[in-house]
């Protein structure tokens, strides 16, 4: 028993060498990979933003919807399902404090007859404003009149 494990520990010690040398020099990589690439989305951040009276918000999303489905249907923007319901959006202090919905982009109901899912760009809301997310899925609920 004793001379089992002194062998699991002693015999073919250059391939647990190499193991070993090729674990630590791969932990290295990866390390040194993330800590680069949130340092390079650190001043990406710093050149687009600057610092003083920075803020970020979230914001319900609305969708906007254009045209006149079929004949004796009918569109309810209240009715569409928002996936996801909330973008977050950076900017100043004093444009975000006037803003109160995040809109996608126009979504053609014209000559529709039953519900639909499509993926939608976000309307941008201001110059100096980032938003999260940039596409959404809304789900439009054309129903019988």
Sequence with gaps: MLESIRDFFTKNMWLKMSALLLALTLW??????????????????NKI?????????????????SGVPQRGYIADWRKSVVSPEY??????????????????MPIDVRGASKSFTKSVPLNPVAPGIYMEETLVQVMVDVEKQ
């Excluded at 290295?28 to 990979?33: A, G, L, R, T």
């Excluded at 680069?36 to 951040?45: A, T, V, Y």
């Excluded at 900017?91 to 995040?102: A, E, H, M, P, Y």
Aim: proline share 6%; glycine share 6%; net charge positive.
């Design 28 to 45: 290295f990589y990866v390390v040194n990979e993330l800590n680069k690439g949130s340092e390079e989305d650190k001043q990406f951040l």
């Design 87 to 104: 973008c977050i959006v950076v900017g100043t202090k004093d444009l975000l404090s006037k803003i109160r919905f995040v809109y996608t």
């Design 49 to 65: 933003l600057p610092s003083d009276g920075m803020a970020a918000k979230k914001l319900p999303i609305k969708p906007v919807l």
